[in-house]
């Protein structure tokens, strides 16, 4: 069994930031892939930022929406990624859900159970 667990959501002012957690345990073979998803309410779910081990390199990838405000980083000895999220917007507001890929079987997606950010004044 794989565990995704997520945390640092909360209520921040538009302009702030927040830096979320996610990490991933349990009977995992190789992670290939980590990333962060949201679902605003009466929407789809949407990525928001991925990133892929290559190596010992780590590849990020990132919605338009957030460019240049939010910034995905990995720390692989853990299994863990982290989203740094500056400038926040109030349409940023979300329930952010961690996702894991690996290359055992069953290999997923392997999904948290989500961590809510509200951004309001």
């Known amino acids: 069994q794989v565990q995704v667990v997520e945390s640092g959501g909360g209520l921040v002012q538009p302009g702030g930031s927040l830096r979320l957690s996610c990490a991933a345990s349990?009977?995992?073979?190789?992670?290939?892939?980590m990333g962060w998803y949201r679902q605003a309410p009466g929407k789809e779910r949407e990525l928001v930022a991925a990133?892929?081990?290559?190596?010992?390199?780590?590849?990020?990838d990132y919605a338009d929406s957030v460019k240049g405000r939010f910034t995905i980083s990995r720390d692989n000895a853990k299994n863990t990624i982290y989203l740094q999220m500056n400038s926040l917007k109030p349409e940023d507001t979300a329930v952010y859900y961690c996702k894991v890929d690996q290359t055992g079987w069953p290999p997923g997606p392997y999904w948290g159970q989500g961590t809510q950010v509200t951004v309001s004044s």
């Open positions: 349990g009977a995992i073979t190789s992670v290939n892939a």
């Open positions: 990133i892929i081990s290559a190596g010992s390199a780590n590849i990020a």
